[in-house]
């Protein structure tokens, strides 16, 4: 008698996570937060490098500068939250790095995957495929957050 089912590991030892992605608050500041501190930056570099210049040219200038990026960083941010395939889905994370959104769709987390203050980049990897996301703190709750994070820790030291 030939079994008509694929044999599949239903009973790993491996722990496998549940993670339920949520939508950001922290997504759309931070065009903002890092445009004031590059506005910041490029003040206090210019006052101090040309000190003769009357500090409203060197606003002038700043702003020049800077407005621009900040509405390039606005439309990136933008494309990433409109683009993030994690957001209102469950994806099963497990101890491995892998990440799986569907029964067909298994991304493992590379080392080239890093961990910000307001959130973690992580860079997926499946068939010589990458997808880049962004995961922000508030879309993960606490314990599921700190769990990602040891895993793209742990893809590192295996580098």
Not at 49 to 58: E, G, Q, R
Not at 70 to 75: A, D, Q, S, T, V
Not at 118 to 136: A, D, P
């Amino acid at each position: 008698m030939k079994n008509s089912t694929k044999w599949c590991n239903l009973y790993s030892t491996e722990s496998k996570y549940k993670l339920s992605f949520t939508p950001s608050n922290i997504a759309p500041k931070v065009p903002l937060y890092l445009t004031v501190l590059f506005l910041v930056l490029f003040f206090t570099l210019l006052y101090r490098l040309n000190a003769s210049l009357d500090a409203k040219y060197i606003v002038i200038i700043v702003l020049t500068l800077t407005l621009p990026q900040y509405f390039f960083l606005r439309y990136l941010f933008k494309q990433q939250i409109k683009s993030n395939l994690l957001v209102g889905n469950n994806v099963l994370l497990s101890e491995s790095g892998e990440l799986t959104f569907a029964a067909d769709q298994h991304w493992q987390i590379t080392s080239a995957s890093f961990i910000l203050p307001f959130g973690c980049s992580l860079v997926l990897e499946r068939n010589s495929k990458k997808l880049f996301c962004w995961v922000f703190k508030d879309s993960l709750n606490n314990r599921s957050y700190r769990r990602l994070c040891r895993l793209v820790m742990r893809q590192k030291a295996n580098v």
